[in-house]
């Protein structure tokens, strides 16, 4: 199984509403990362748990709070967010991450569109 | 300067070409891959290149350490190669990938 599933596949919520995004891979992936993406645009790193442990918070706004609750699971809890922060929020997972050693290739989920109104 | 750029932005081709995506970096990596996502969202790791040329099917990706550059080929290309073509590579230092712009690549038939 070399899948990484996200649900929603799509998302609407106000800006005074509190969302989550749900991550999962049974690959025994280690590490596992979340993305922003917008239109016509590349992938931004926003955070990379290793080992359920955040390694990497690319200075993300306090109304993203993400958790590893396990090693299979990532979530990406929304709340208070702007119309800015619309956008395909992506999840990937690969084998392990650590700082200066080869980057392994990442599984990316098919993402989850998410639209603030 | 970006640390990675790739050409070309968009390319065109008809069924059957061979093409050429390049992408040069101005970083010191650990390894450089190719990506590919098509229309909707999915993302696909194509490559993971340290070093040399590998090939899968109709696809070849070939990297030169020292002059930091890399080219992604598709050989026979079919309408179902369009999509959008990233390179990105891994930074040694901080282990992140750092992604190229993209390239977006129709196939008409």
């Known amino acids: 199984d070399t899948e990484v599933t996200q649900t929603p596949k799509h998302l609407v919520m106000g800006m005074t509403n509190k969302k989550s995004l749900k991550c999962e891979q049974h690959m025994g992936h280690r590490a596992m990362y979340w993305y922003k993406q917008k239109a016509k645009k590349p992938p931004e790193l926003m955070f990379v748990y290793s080992y359920e442990k955040l390694s990497i918070n690319e200075s993300v706004p306090s109304r993203f709070s993400p958790e590893c609750p396990n090693s299979s699971l990532l979530n990406l809890h929304l709340h208070a967010l702007q119309p800015e922060d619309s956008a395909l929020y992506l999840c990937a997972s690969s084998q392990i991450w650590r700082r200066g050693v080869t980057t392994d290739t990442q599984y990316f989920g098919p993402g989850t569109r998410l639209t603030v109104l | ?109």
């Not at chain 2, 194509?46 to 990706?61: C, E, P, T």
């Not at chain 2, 002059?67 to 050989?75: A, N, V, W």
């Open chain 2, 1 to 109: 300067k970006n640390e990675v750029e790739q050409s070309p932005q968009n390319l065109t081709a008809q069924e059957g070409e061979f093409i050429t995506i390049n992408c040069s970096y101005s970083v010191g990596i650990s390894a450089l891959h190719w990506l590919q996502q098509h229309p909707g969202g999915g993302i696909v790791s194509l490559f993971m290149l340290s070093s040399g040329k590998k090939k899968h099917g109709r696809l070849i990706a070939t990297i030169n350490i020292q002059e930091k550059h890399s080219s992604l080929h598709i050989t026979a290309s079919h309408p179902r190669d369009s999509a959008v073509y990233i390179c990105a590579p891994g930074s040694s230092n901080t282990g992140k990938l750092i992604f190229g712009q993209g390239t977006t690549l129709q196939v008409k038939p």
